[in-house]
T-cell receptor, first 110, second 114 residues
Framework: QKEVEQNSGPLSVPEGAIASLNCTYSDRVSQSFFWYRQYSGKSPELIMSIYSNGDKEDGRFTAQLNKASQYVSLLIRDSQPSDSATYLCASDTGRRALTFGSGTRLQVQP | NAGVMQNPRHLVRRRGQEARLRCSPMKGHSHVYWYRQLPEEGLKFMVYLQKENIIDESGMPKERFSAEFPKEGPSILRIQQVVRGDSAAYFC????????????FGPGTRLLVL
């Protein structure tokens, strides 16, 4: 079982819609969770971090964490074509480095 | 404020040659991490270093790969006797003291082994 799992996609949403990206993790010692965005051929860019159960909002982005269910999600409101990218979920499992999922490819259709 | 710097951005090597990848962390950051990304795959952790210390190398292949982060100068990931399977994007990330979780990535080095 992978430590951090994501649906590879592609997830296709129309422009203006809400994109919902999901991630599950297996290691219960995980304390911190991160969402990175990676455009094709580019490096990962940190979007959000979340440490506590509940929601955390930043602009059009909302991260949600449910430690009991070992579930993390990222919502993107008013999706734009420029949001089309691969979104990587990562957890800090206490092993001094992040564990990344394989990413979900998001396509926002104009 | 300069971000994480990596060079070269692209590197072509023939099988059996050596590849040296360099990473300069963000100013004020003393933690460096190396990741490898194969095409269409996620990031795989390789090694975590602080100045003059390897903290965790559990993701490094046992042979041909080594990493260092000297007191002065950039961190270096060295791959000896490269093989075609080493072709990948190698990303370096850094974080400030006491905040290892918040990692900022460099632009990566794309290694192609012919």
């Amino acid at each position: 079982q992978k430590e951090v799992e994501q649906n590879s996609g592609p997830l296709s949403v129309p422009e203006g819609a809400i994109a919902s990206l999901n991630c599950t993790y297996s290691d219960r010692v995980s304390q911190s969770f991160f969402w990175y965005r990676q455009y094709s051929g580019k490096s990962p860019e940190l979007i959000m971090s979340i440490y506590s159960n509940g929601d955390k909002e930043d602009g059009r982005f909302t991260a949600q964490l449910n430690k009991a269910s070992q579930y993390v999600s990222l919502l993107i409101r008013d999706s734009q074509p420029s949001d089309s990218a691969t979104y990587l979920c990562a957890s800090d499992t206490g092993r001094r480095a992040l564990t990344f999922g394989s990413g979900t490819r998001l396509q926002v259709q104009p | 404020n300069a971000g994480v710097m990596q060079n070269p951005r692209h590197l072509v090597r023939r099988r059996g040659q050596e590849a040296r990848l360099r990473c300069s962390p963000m100013k004020g950051h003393s933690h460096v991490y190396w990741y490898r990304q194969l095409p269409e795959e996620g990031l795989k952790f390789m090694v975590y270093l602080q100045k003059e210390n390897i903290i965790d190398e559990s993701g490094m292949p046992k042979e041909r790969f080594s990493a260092e982060f000297p007191k002065e100068g950039p961190s270096i990931l060295r791959i000896q006797q490269v093989v075609r399977g080493d072709s990948a994007a190698y990303f370096c990330a850094s974080s400030p003291v006491g905040s290892r979780e918040t990692q900022y990535f460099g632009p990566g080095t794309r290694l192609l082994v012919l």
